[in-house]
């Protein structure tokens, strides 16, 4: 069987590609990250512990992102990122637990800092929606010292790229999803743009844009909130 294509994703500071593995090379070495680095440096932000961390959805590797999270920050911040930036549809509730296997152990606090929970275990997975369930692992790969890239406590340092699949019908470029076919069909349900305006919907109403998020065709998901998440 031939290997997968991974999928790339571009550096949020100079906005080359690279796979989700590579991209944790490539920031050590990324000219565009370390002078931001330096700029940050140079202001009067109180130094701290930064962790860097690399996000992905537990059964779609296609999604991920690395971000740089403060010491400082608590849980709750991170949960408020990952729902902006891929989850929030209904306002369902959700939880961390330590380690990469759901219900395994009791869920950690919100109020818990990120200095307080890495240093303890580099793996946690995050629960939303105890319905339609989302199950995202967050692993800290590293940590430096210094002070934050931004004035909000979770810094975008790289993020997937939408991943490039065919529309059902044509083979094109697929922009929409059907959940008719996925659900009552059990077909991918993937359509570009002329056939999504043609296809038959029943009582599934309307295909659902893609979006660059593990969430789509999920409960109520439309996409993720405006940047700065």
């Known amino acids: 069987m031939a290997r997968r294509k991974q999928t790339r994703g571009a550096c949020a500071f100079c906005k080359k590609e690279y796979t989700k593995g590579g991209m944790k090379k490539h920031l050590s070495a990324c000219s565009s990250f370390n002078?931001?680095?330096?700029?940050?440096?140079?202001?009067?932000?109180k130094a701290q512990n930064l962790y860097h961390l690399v996000v992905r959805d537990?059964?779609?590797?296609?999604?991920?992102?690395?971000?740089?999270?403060?010491?400082?920050?608590?849980?709750?911040?991170?949960?408020?990122?990952l729902r902006a930036i891929w989850l929030e549809c209904c306002g369902h509730l959700s939880e961390f637990q330590p380690g990469k296997r759901r219900y395994q152990k009791p869920e950690l606090d919100m109020s818990l800092k990120a200095d307080d929970?890495?240093?303890?275990?580099?793996?946690?997975?995050?629960?939303?929606?105890f319905g339609t369930t989302s199950e995202?692992?967050?692993?800290?790969?590293?940590?430096?010292?210094?002070?934050?890239?931004?004035?909000?406590?979770?810094?975008?340092?790289?993020?997937?790229?939408?991943?490039?699949?065919?529309?059902?019908?044509c083979g094109k470029p697929a922009r929409f999803l059907c959940m008719e076919c996925v659900y009552e069909e059990d077909e991918s349900?993937?359509?570009?743009?002329?056939?999504?305006?043609?296809?038959?919907?029943?009582?599934?109403?309307?295909p659902t844009p893609l979006?660059?998020?593990?969430r789509t065709g999920m409960c109520g998901y439309e996409g993720p909130a405006e940047p700065p998440y």
Request: proline share 6%.
């Open 35 to 45: 002078e931001a680095v330096r700029k940050a440096e140079a202001s009067k932000k």
């Open 58 to 81: 537990a059964f779609m590797a296609d999604f991920w992102l690395h971000l740089e999270m403060n010491g400082s920050a608590m849980l709750e911040d991170l949960d408020q990122y």
């Open 117 to 129: 929970v890495f240093p303890q275990t580099k793996e946690l997975i995050h629960l939303y929606d």
């Open 136 to 169: 995202t692992l967050v692993e800290a790969v590293g940590v430096r010292k210094g002070k934050p890239l931004i004035s909000h406590p979770i810094a975008l340092l790289a993020r997937n790229n939408l991943p490039e699949v065919s529309c059902k019908e």
């Open 189 to 206: 349900g993937l359509l570009c743009e002329a056939h999504a305006k043609t296809h038959p919907h029943g009582d599934y109403g309307e």
């Open 211 to 214: 979006y660059n998020s593990p």
